[in-house]
């Protein structure tokens, strides 16, 4: 059971703000969350464990609510360079379908 | 250091013959998983080796299998290969198991079936 993410797709402009949720139907211990940029390999953005905490990854940063079993991604102040799909993925390695975030200048 | 290298990186067969892909990781990794994307499906997981056992296996046919050896080097093998296999297969290496840690992506074996 892959876990839904919305939306899947989001068009900014530099500057502006973006969340991507991340919802699974099964227990959740622990949250990932990639960036893959077109033609490259995922690259780890942040993992958050069980108890809500949040973390951050430049002006990235993340919540985790075990209790509803999702996530989700806080991009503030967009860069060009968030440009890229972003999957979460649980515990049992299982990604989500991805989201499409694409930042024009 | 030297991230995970993936070979080949292009590959084109034909229905019903098999192929192997293989997966170094990073010095050191002893976990390698590995992955099933495509346009439609997003990021899939086939299977997890940590010390040369299979921990985890994602919901893919037996025609698809992968081993680890001592070194930490992984290969997976497809057989029989169908069209809807055509795929970027990748995998990824972590120092502890999979799903405690960071994942280091290779680039993928992207493979064509004709």
């Known amino acids: 059971q892959q876990p839904v993410q919305s939306p899947q797709a989001v068009i900014l402009r530099e500057g502006e703000d973006a969340v991507i949720n991340c919802s699974s139907s099964k227990a959740l211990y622990s949250v990932h969350w990639y960036r893959q940029k077109h033609g490259e390999a995922p690259v780890f953005l942040m993992i958050l464990l069980k108890g809500g905490e949040q973390k951050g990854h430049e002006k990235i940063s993340a919540s985790f609510n075990e209790k509803k079993q999702q996530s989700s991604l806080y991009l503030t102040a967009s860069q060009l360079s968030y440009s890229g799909t972003y999957f979460c993925g649980t515990d049992k390695l299982i990604f989500g379908t991805g989201t499409r975030l694409q930042v024009f200048p | 250091k030297a991230g995970v290298t993936q070979t080949p990186r292009y590959l084109i067969k034909t229905r019903g013959q098999q192929v192997t892909l293989s997966c170094s990781p990073i010095?050191?990794?002893?976990?390698v998983s590995w992955y099933q994307q495509t346009p439609g499906q997003g990021l899939q997981f086939l299977f997890e080796y940590f010390s040369e056992t299979q921990r985890n296996k994602g919901n893919f046919p037996g025609r698809f299998s992968g081993r680890q050896f001592s070194n930490s080097r992984s290969e997976m093998n497809v057989s029989t290969l169908e069209l809807g296999d055509s795929a970027l297969y990748l995998c990824a290496s972590s120092l502890l198991q999979s799903n405690t840690g960071e994942l280091f992506f290779g680039e993928g074996s992207r493979l064509t079936v004709l």
């Open positions: 010095s050191g990794h002893r976990s």
